[in-house]
């Protein structure tokens, strides 16, 4: 069983930067894919970004490259989701992922999820 707690999120303006973190229990961390999705009110939930279990490979939603890294630190059991140059459009509550395959958290199918951290972008 894996645990995933989500921090980070909050209220800032255009233009700045935020960095989520995502604390995982459990004693699979450091091999399973982890992955950030966000949901929008009154959208779908959208995949943002992935990293494999070694933190070599690292995926992005089109709407976030350049702008947004994500990272882990296996040895605190934690992903992070640096997230720089916001817009308002990036305004949703953003949720950790984990599974044993990254194509598997890419896809939205994990496994595991977290609770959520509200992200709101101010004009």
């Known amino acids: 069983q894996v645990q995933l707690v989500e921090s980070g999120g909050g209220l800032v303006q255009a233009g700045g930067s935020l960095r989520l973190s995502c604390v995982a229990s459990g004693r699979t961390f450091s091999t399973s894919a982890m992955g950030w999705f966000r949901q929008a009110p009154g959208k779908e939930r959208e995949f943002v970004a992935a990293i494999d279990w070694s933190g070599q490979s690292t995926y992005y939603a089109d709407s976030v490259k350049g702008r947004f890294t994500v990272s882990r630190q296996n040895s605190k059991n934690t992903v992070y989701l640096q997230m720089n140059m916001l817009k308002p459009e990036d305004t949703a509550i953003y949720y950790c992922?984990?599974?044993?395959?990254?194509?598997?958290?890419?896809?939205?199918?994990?496994?595991?999820w977290g609770q959520g951290t509200q992200v709101t972008v101010s004009s």
């Open positions: 992922t984990a599974d044993t395959l990254t194509r598997t958290v890419q896809a939205g199918l994990g496994e595991y």
